[in-house]
């Protein structure tokens, strides 16, 4: 066995680098210390003291402040709001890729594009152009007004916004796997005596799946946290119509900074357990479309 | 085209296009509508007026700003981070890139509080910042550090996967041939990476003039220094100055526009297919 | 089950897929559909299947018109290249598909299922692996998954989209052979699509050769080898030589050279044609006799006997024949060439 070792190339083997598998291409030191260093500072540091103030505060003062009575209407809201829309979103996203996969129409490029809308505009800008739309003269607010139907500056209001916002990720999500389901797979269904409806409850919906629900946990994920495009149409009534990024500011204007934090604390843990969801549904829809 | 084993039939297809149409009707295309309608409502003189004014100017001047910081910080950090990631193997790597998509989960409110903990009066650095005279938090800089963070992942995100697909073969082949390392980068990665690259940078930059709950937390939202445009848009809604507040959204929905159309052209001209879904 | 098809038609957006194709499919018969990529023979297969509709002409089952049926009430069963199992689901409830998508009334009982795939499963050589994903399978594995859920819903009728096209070599005979017992020991009609010219004449009772959506020639594999009906044919099926000859009477000159044919080659042609012959219809001559004149450009051996690779005088082309062992002349030397079986089509070559 010794005399096998000394046979090895002795004193001209490279030493392998401590870290990293060996390679020939050069900057791994640069770039792999200036991102880790970038991501220190803007991201894990910053981050890190949400959870270390909070962590200061002593349990019971946690409790009371991340989960007042108040702050627990607002995450009833705000998770409430996203989970509808996601709903929501998750049925007419569908439908949305369907048309844009399945259908050739005239005009079927712009709505292409502007399904992304949503990633580009603006939250802000959303934000009045969405109350403006249901207020009691409102473009649309005048037909449901006499309906009896009150939008703006209710739930309902929180909803239609959200729905905006979170439409992209579930069209974004679906569209590239249902236009892997092959058409082969169809007509065999077909061919084996299937309806166009068992066709795609039982062939295409379950291929799909995953990546519908990776979008709508997507969806529901950004509608927890926004902000912009819905503290214009909620009407930001304690209890009532106050989400909970709004009551973290709220707090933040009367320099409650514990009161903050610890409601962000709870926002964090709330996103990233769904960023934790969202990883496994991405495997698991990635492990379905391999063949 | 599908034919009629695999297809639904006429009247199916007319009621899903027309729900579908329907919902971007709705959803989609009448918000982009009202704005323009509302900005245009008194008039193409109220509507300039309502731009060159004074304090929307100091906006647009300030957006651009923080823009012109945060898109390149995030270039660099960007494919820094990508060339680590695709170019070599190491322990961890989807940890790091886990951690790189990080901000996207978090609510832009909590983005912004982040940074007033550390920089703030009461914050870790906030008595070492006041002694030295030096103002982060409701001041640009603490803008543009909550700007990043919100941008923070876009680049890196695009062209992790498009790098991580083109593979290491061009960069070994032009270093055996003798390219130094930048060159290498120059003329062997560069050019595979350029439409992602500029799909990202798209993706960010809209992102970086629109934010509005991060900046909002950190801003002093005084008019002229601190405000940016989607802050001075809420500012002036608040004061029922509708055709000023949707004067300047109309620039910022253009924004949005023309961003969308380059995209688009991204994936035509060059069949790039964006690989993220920014947020 | 007897298949007819009447003057079918079908063009994609101009480009004419289909002629007007007439075909008649006896019960039990394995045929074969042959052809180049854009022959059509796909086309063909899908209408009689019922997953294309033909533009114009009809297709009868058992000589009831079924052409605007759709392929979800006909029963047939179809097997894709590609396999097209479902992904997500086992390989027994993919054989198991056809059965629980019944309607109540027309659905075997569950424990009746099972113990139906369960046979498909062992018939196909597949009876332990029910519970695995497609995507665990290999090629081979995969095709037969395919075999069996088309086979589930007991059709009288298969259709096989190249079916072994996908699979290596060795798989590939292997599954040939069992297939065509299968074929028999199940009293299927079957119909394949391949662009697999031994395939085609190693399975098929007949076969069909399609050349731009039209049929050159349906007959035996032995007929089509033997007397193909088209310089098409000859040319795609087996190996031929090809040469442009002028006929004058019962004259026949190529190369400004008189050659000497069999006479029944002849038969009432004039003018331009091509001269068709295998390297195995020809055999070496002397001078003196009316032979095409070669300079040979190779020799090899090929399975018993020997090739010889010749460059024709007056041409660029190349003739090939098959001698004996010790008859093969060297490289470099003058040769001539006589067919001993020929065809000869009109017109000037292609």
Same mark, same amino acid.
């Not at chain 2, 700003?65 to 820094?80: C, D, Q, R, Y």
């Not at chain 3, 074969?32 to 854009?38: D, E, K, M, T, W």
């Not at chain 3, 023979?41 to 089952?61: C, M, N, Q, S």
């Not at chain 3, 020997?306 to 190349?318: A, C, F, N, Y």
């Given at each position: 066995?010794?005399?096998?070792?000394?046979?090895?190339?002795?004193?001209?083997?490279?030493?392998?680098?401590?870290?990293?598998?060996?390679?020939?291409?050069?900057?791994?030191?640069?770039?792999?210390?200036?991102?880790?260093?970038?991501?220190?500072?803007?991201?894990?540091?910053?981050?890190?003291?949400?959870?270390?103030?909070?962590?200061?505060?002593?349990?019971?003062?946690?409790?009371?402040?991340?989960?007042?009575?108040?702050?627990?209407?607002?995450?009833?809201?705000?998770?409430?709001?996203?989970?509808?829309?996601?709903?929501?979103?998750?049925?007419?996203?569908?439908?949305?890729?369907?048309?844009?996969?399945?259908?050739?129409?005239?005009?079927?490029?712009?709505?292409?594009?502007?399904?992304?809308?949503?990633?580009?505009?603006?939250?802000?800008?959303?934000?009045?152009?969405?109350?403006?739309?249901?207020?009691?003269?409102?473009?649309?607010?005048?037909?449901?007004?006499?309906?009896?139907?009150?939008?703006?500056?209710?739930?309902?209001?929180?909803?239609?916004?959200?729905?905006?916002?979170?439409?992209?990720?579930?069209?974004?999500?679906?569209?590239?796997?249902?236009?892997?389901?092959?058409?082969?797979?169809?007509?065999?269904?077909?061919?084996?005596?299937?309806?166009?409806?068992?066709?795609?409850?039982?062939?295409?919906?379950?291929?799909?799946?995953?990546?519908?629900?990776?979008?709508?946990?997507?969806?529901?994920?950004?509608?927890?946290?926004?902000?912009?495009?819905?503290?214009?149409?909620?009407?930001?009534?304690?209890?009532?119509?106050?989400?909970?990024?709004?009551?973290?500011?709220?707090?933040?204007?009367?320099?409650?900074?514990?009161?903050?934090?610890?409601?962000?604390?709870?926002?964090?843990?709330?996103?990233?357990?769904?960023?934790?969801?969202?990883?496994?549904?991405?495997?698991?829809?990635?492990?379905?479309?391999?063949? | 085209?599908?034919?009629?084993?695999?297809?639904?039939?006429?009247?199916?297809?007319?009621?899903?296009?027309?729900?579908?149409?329907?919902?971007?009707?709705?959803?989609?295309?009448? +918000?982009?509508?009202?704005?323009?309608?509302?900005?245009?409502?008194?008039?193409?003189?109220?509507?300039?007026?309502?731009?060159?004014?004074?304090?929307?100017?100091?906006?647009?001047?300030?957006?651009?700003?923080?823009?012109?910081?945060?898109? +390149?910080?995030?270039?660099?950090?960007?494919?820094?981070?990508?060339?680590?990631?695709?170019?070599?193997?190491? +322990?961890?790597?989807?940890?790091?890139?886990?951690?790189?998509?990080?901000?996207?989960?978090?609510?832009?409110?909590?983005?912004?509080?982040?940074?007033?903990?550390?920089?703030?009066?009461?914050?870790?650095?906030?008595?070492?910042?006041?002694?030295?005279?030096?103002?982060?938090?409701?001041?640009?800089?603490?803008?543009?550090?909550?700007?990043?963070?919100?941008?923070?992942?876009?680049?890196?995100?695009?062209?992790?996967?498009?790098?991580?697909?083109?593979?290491?073969?061009?960069?070994?082949?032009?270093?055996?041939?003798?390219?130094?390392?930048?060159?290498?980068?120059?003329?062997?990665?560069?050019?595979?990476?350029?439409?992602?690259?500029?799909?990202?940078?798209?993706?960010?930059?809209?992102?970086?003039?629109?934010?509005?709950?991060?900046?909002?937390?950190?801003?002093?939202?005084?008019?002229?220094?601190?405000?940016?445009? +989607?802050?001075?848009?809420?500012?002036?809604?608040?004061?029922?100055?509708?055709?000023?507040?949707?004067?300047?959204?109309?620039?910022?929905?253009?924004?949005?526009?023309?961003?969308?159309?380059?995209?688009?052209?991204?994936?035509?001209?060059?069949?790039?297919?964006?690989?993220?879904?920014?947020? | 089950?007897?298949?007819?098809?009447?003057?079918?038609?079908?063009?994609?957006?101009?480009?004419?897929?289909?002629?007007?194709?007439?075909?008649?499919?006896?019960?039990?018969?394995?045929?074969?559909?042959?052809?180049?990529?854009?022959?059509?023979?796909?086309?063909?297969?899908?209408?009689?299947?019922?997953?294309?509709?033909?533009?114009?002409?009809?297709?009868?089952?058992?000589?009831?018109?079924?052409?605007?049926?759709?392929?979800?009430?006909?029963?047939?069963?179809?097997?894709?290249?590609?396999?097209?199992?479902?992904?997500?689901?086992?390989?027994?409830?993919?054989?198991?598909?056809?059965?629980?998508?019944?309607?109540?009334?027309?659905?075997?009982?569950?424990?009746?299922?099972?113990?139906?795939?369960?046979?498909?499963?062992?018939?196909?050589?597949?009876?332990?692996?029910?519970?695995?994903?497609?995507?665990?399978?290999?090629?081979?594995?995969?095709?037969?998954?395919?075999?069996?859920?088309?086979?589930?819903?007991?059709?009288?009728?298969?259709?096989?989209?190249?079916?072994?096209?996908?699979?290596?070599?060795?798989?590939?005979?292997?599954?040939?052979?069992?297939?065509?017992?299968?074929?028999?020991?199940?009293?299927?009609?079957?119909?394949?699509?391949?662009?697999?010219?031994?395939?085609?004449?190693?399975?098929?009772?007949?076969?069909?050769?399609?050349?731009?959506?039209?049929?050159?020639?349906?007959?035996?594999?032995?007929?089509?080898?033997?007397?193909?009906?088209?310089?098409?044919?000859?040319?795609?099926?087996?190996?031929?030589?090809?040469?442009?000859?002028?006929?004058?009477?019962?004259?026949?000159?190529?190369?400004?050279?008189?050659?000497?044919?069999?006479?029944?080659?002849?038969?009432?042609?004039?003018?331009?044609?091509?001269?068709?012959?295998?390297?195995?219809?020809?055999?070496?001559?002397?001078?003196?006799?009316?032979?095409?004149?070669?300079?040979?450009?190779?020799?090899?051996?090929?399975?018993?006997?020997?090739?010889?690779?010749?460059?024709?005088?007056?041409?660029?082309?190349?003739?090939?024949?098959?001698?004996?062992?010790?008859?093969?002349?060297?490289?470099?030397?003058?040769?001539?060439?006589?067919?001993?079986?020929?065809?000869?089509?009109?017109?000037?070559?292609?």
């Amino acid at each position: 066995m010794t005399s096998l070792a000394a046979d090895g190339p002795r004193g001209r083997v490279r030493r392998r680098p401590l870290f990293r598998a060996p390679s020939i291409i050069p900057g791994f030191g640069l770039t792999f210390g200036l991102s880790l260093t970038w991501l220190c500072l803007i991201v894990l540091i910053p981050l890190s003291a949400v959870f270390i103030k909070t962590a200061g505060m002593g349990w019971q003062h946690f409790a009371d402040v991340a989960l007042s009575e108040r702050a627990i209407a607002a995450y009833r809201l705000s998770f409430g709001a996203s989970l509808g829309a996601a709903f929501i979103n998750a049925v007419f996203g569908l439908l949305i890729a369907w048309m844009l996969v399945r259908y050739d129409f005239p005009g079927k490029r712009v709505v292409n594009a502007l399904v992304d809308l949503p990633f580009a505009l603006p939250t802000a800008v959303a934000g009045i152009a969405f109350t403006t739309l249901y207020t009691a003269n409102g473009w649309i607010g005048r037909v449901l007004e006499p309906l009896g139907i009150q939008v703006a500056f209710t739930w309902v209001g929180v909803v239609i916004t959200l729905i905006f916002i979170g439409l992209p990720f579930v069209v974004r999500s679906v569209e590239p796997v249902l236009a892997d389901v092959s058409r082969d797979v169809e007509e065999a269904a077909a061919s084996l005596g299937a309806t166009r409806a068992q066709t795609f409850r039982r062939v295409i919906l379950p291929a799909i799946f995953p990546a519908l629900m990776t979008g709508f946990a997507m969806a529901f994920a950004r509608g927890v946290g926004e902000y912009g495009s819905v503290i214009f149409i909620a009407g930001n009534m304690p209890y009532r119509t106050e989400i909970a990024p709004l009551l973290i500011i709220t707090q933040l204007e009367q320099y409650d900074y514990q009161g903050a934090t610890g409601i962000a604390t709870v926002m964090l843990i709330a996103s990233f357990s769904l960023l934790l969801v969202i990883n496994l549904l991405q495997a698991w829809s990635r492990k379905r479309t391999v063949d | 085209m599908r034919n009629g084993a695999t297809s639904e039939s006429r009247l199916a297809r007319a009621v899903i296009m027309a729900i579908g149409l329907g919902f971007f009707g709705l959803f989609l295309l009448m +918000p982009l509508l009202v704005v323009f309608a509302q900005a245009l409502a008194g008039g193409i003189g109220a509507y300039l007026d309502a731009i060159v004014e004074p304090d929307a100017l100091a906006a647009i001047r300030l957006t651009l700003l923080v823009a012109a910081i945060s898109v +390149p910080a995030n270039i660099v950090f960007g494919i820094a981070a990508a060339w680590a990631i695709t170019k070599f193997d190491f +322990p961890g790597k989807s940890i790091l890139i886990t951690f790189i998509d990080l901000p996207f989960s978090v609510s832009p409110v909590v983005s912004g509080l982040i940074y007033v903990l550390l920089f703030g009066a009461q914050g870790w650095l906030g008595p070492w910042l006041a002694e030295h005279d030096i103002q982060i938090i409701f001041a640009v800089p603490g803008m543009v550090l909550a700007t990043i963070f919100v941008t923070f992942p876009f680049v890196a995100r695009e062209l992790i996967p498009l790098m991580a697909e083109q593979g290491r073969d061009d960069e070994e082949a032009a270093l055996s041939l003798g390219a130094t390392g930048w060159q290498t980068f120059w003329h062997a990665t560069l050019p595979n990476i350029r439409w992602g690259l500029l799909y990202g940078v798209l993706l960010c930059n809209a992102r970086a003039m629109g934010e509005f709950g991060a900046v909002s937390v950190v801003s002093g939202h005084i008019r002229g220094e601190t405000n940016t445009m +989607p802050l001075h848009v809420e500012i002036l809604y608040n004061e029922y100055n509708f055709i000023a507040a949707f004067a300047v959204a109309s620039l910022l929905a253009l924004l949005a526009l023309v961003t969308l159309v380059l995209k688009s052209l991204l994936e035509w001209r060059y069949d790039y297919h964006g690989k993220g879904t920014g947020h | 089950m007897s298949i007819r098809l009447d003057t079918i038609g079908k063009s994609f957006g101009g480009f004419t897929a289909l002629g007007d194709i007439n075909l008649e499919i006896e019960p039990g018969e394995f045929l074969a559909l042959l052809g180049p990529s854009g022959s059509g023979k796909t086309t063909l297969l899908r209408i009689v299947a019922g997953l294309e509709f033909p533009d114009h002409g009809r297709v009868f089952y058992d000589g009831e018109d079924i052409t605007d049926l759709k392929v979800a009430d006909r029963g047939v069963g179809f097997v894709f290249q590609h396999y097209a199992l479902f992904r997500h689901m086992t390989v027994a409830d993919n054989v198991a598909f056809g059965l629980t998508i019944r309607k109540r009334r027309d659905r075997p009982a569950k424990a009746e299922i099972r113990d139906r795939v369960q046979k498909l499963l062992d018939l196909v050589q597949l009876g332990q692996l029910g519970n695995r994903y497609p995507a665990q399978l290999s090629g081979g594995q995969r095709q037969r998954v395919a075999l069996a859920r088309a086979l589930a819903i007991e059709p009288r009728l298969l259709l096989l989209d190249e079916p072994f096209g996908a699979l290596d070599a060795r798989v590939r005979k292997d599954l040939r052979r069992w297939l065509r017992e299968l074929h028999d020991r199940m009293g299927l009609t079957s119909i394949f699509v391949t662009h697999d010219q031994d395939e085609a004449l190693e399975l098929a009772d007949r076969v069909v050769v399609m050349d731009h959506g039209v049929i050159e020639q349906v007959a035996t594999p032995q007929q089509i080898y033997d007397e193909p009906a088209s310089a098409f044919v000859f040319d795609f099926v087996g190996e031929s030589n090809q040469v442009p000859v002028t006929v004058d009477g019962d004259r026949v000159i190529a190369f400004d050279r008189l050659l000497d044919v069999p006479p029944a080659t002849l038969a009432g042609m004039g003018g331009a044609a091509r001269l068709f012959f295998r390297p195995h219809d020809a055999e070496i001559v002397g001078e003196g006799a009316n032979g095409l004149a070669a300079t040979v450009t190779l020799v090899r051996p090929n399975s018993g006997s020997m090739r010889v690779e010749g460059k024709l005088e007056g041409s660029d082309r190349l003739v090939e024949i098959d001698v004996a062992q010790g008859a093969a002349p060297g490289q470099g030397e003058r040769i001539f060439v006589r067919p001993t079986r020929a065809k000869l089509y009109a017109g000037t070559a292609g």
